[in-house]
């Protein structure tokens, strides 16, 4: 078993910056894969970037990339979601998930999924 909290959410004007935490703990966060997805009003659920955590690959949709960066910290067990140049479209409920241990796009590829932190974009 997996547990996840994220932090870091909140209202921020067009073009302004946020960073989302994911804190992990329970069995070995290693093992994972680990992913950001967001759902907005209305939509489903779309992944937006994935890390393998041993490797440090990274994985991004296309509409983020370039904007967003997704890291982790080995020693504090906790994944990273760096958002610069928000625009309006971005807001919505940011989900940390744990997988793997590959690498997932989709929303079967992730066991384990945290509360959510809202991120609404103000134009």
């Known amino acids: 078993q997996v547990q996840l909290v994220e932090s870091g959410g909140g209202l921020v004007q067009a073009g302004g910056s946020l960073r989302l935490s994911c804190a992990a703990s329970?069995?070995?966060?290693?093992?994972?894969?680990m992913g950001w997805f967001r759902q907005a009003p209305g939509k489903e659920r779309e992944f937006v970037a994935a890390i393998r955590w041993t490797s440090g690959n990274t994985f991004y949709a296309e509409s983020v990339k370039g904007r967003f960066t997704i890291s982790r910290d080995n020693a504090k067990n906790t994944v990273y979601l760096q958002m610069i140049s928000l625009k309006p479209e971005d807001t919505a409920v940011y989900y940390c998930a744990a997988g793997g241990p590959l690498v997932a796009t989709t929303i079967r590829g992730y066991d384990y999924w945290g509360q959510g932190t809202q991120v609404t974009v103000s134009s």
């Open positions: 329970g069995r070995t966060a290693s093992r994972y894969a």
